[in-house]
């Protein structure tokens, strides 16, 4: 079955890069996801990357794709104070409109 | 409005309460989502509706009951609940829950049930 893991919680200084790092267990994935969610709200889709791509840029966003490793990573350049959230990955098989979600990764921005 | 809305936003019901979450999408989206979001577990997928048909239910309990009566709006009626049903219960839609392409899910921002 699919089954995605997170780190639970990480502290950044303002105008630090950041990093979070998921990994999930299906190798079928195509599509990876990262959301955010800020507190006393839903999930905001941030950024998608394709399984046959290794990196994809968004601005102050870069996701990293390791599929052999199975590994998945966002990072986030010039941290703000209102990129403090909760961030989830969360992966899906091609014909399969299940999302696996992780437990989330909590990012707390320091001024 | 615009994106996918949920109402009521806060809901405290007791076990013997009967009442109803509804989402509404304004994405012409085809493919409706009910999640249940709770303390330090992974969100949990309960239903899905493609096209207004149910097209998963993901074990969940009869107490939970959906209804989608047109692809834009979707129904979670409550009846007899546990707390242990206290809960953020995301709405979320899709193109068309098919799963090809993208088929990005858009969430609403949820209703946090509480039940005494």
């Known amino acids: 079955g699919e089954d995605v893991e997170q780190s639970l919680f990480l502290s950044v200084r303002e105008g630090d890069s950041s990093v979070i790092n998921c990994t999930y267990t299906?190798?079928?994935?195509?599509?990876l996801y990262w959301y955010k969610q800020e507190p006393g709200a839903g999930l905001q889709l941030l950024t998608y990357?394709?399984?046959?791509?290794d990196m994809k840029q968004d601005q102050r966003l870069t996701v990293l794709l390791n599929k052999k490793d199975k590994h998945l990573s966002l990072r986030i350049a010039d941290t703000q104070t209102g990129d403090s959230a909760i961030y989830f990955c969360?992966?899906?098989?091609?014909?399969?409109?299940?999302?696996?979600f992780g437990k989330g990764n909590q990012v707390v921005v320091i001024p | 409005e615009t994106g996918v809305t949920q109402t009521p936003r806060h809901l405290v019901m007791g076990m013997t309460n009967k009442k109803s979450l509804k989402c509404e999408q304004h994405?012409?989206?085809?493919?409706m989502y009910w999640y249940k979001q709770s303390a330090k577990k992974p969100l949990e997928l309960m239903f899905v509706?493609?096209?207004?048909?149910?097209?998963e239910n993901n074990s969940v309990p009869s107490r939970f009951s959906p209804e989608c009566p047109n692809s834009s709006h979707l129904f979670l009626h409550l009846h007899t609940l546990q707390p242990e049903d206290s809960a953020l219960y995301l709405c979320?839609?899709?193109?068309?829950?098919?799963?090809?392409?993208?088929?990005?899910?858009?969430f609403g921002p949820g209703t946090r049930l509480t039940v005494l």
């Open positions: 979320a839609s899709s193109q068309d829950g098919s799963g090809s392409g993208t088929d990005t899910q858009y």
């Open positions: 299906d190798s079928s994935s195509t599509y």
């Open positions: 990357i394709f399984s046959n791509m």
């Open positions: 969360a992966e899906r098989g091609y014909g399969n409109n299940r999302l696996a």
């Open positions: 994405l012409g989206h085809n493919a």
């Open positions: 509706y493609n096209f207004k048909e149910q097209t």
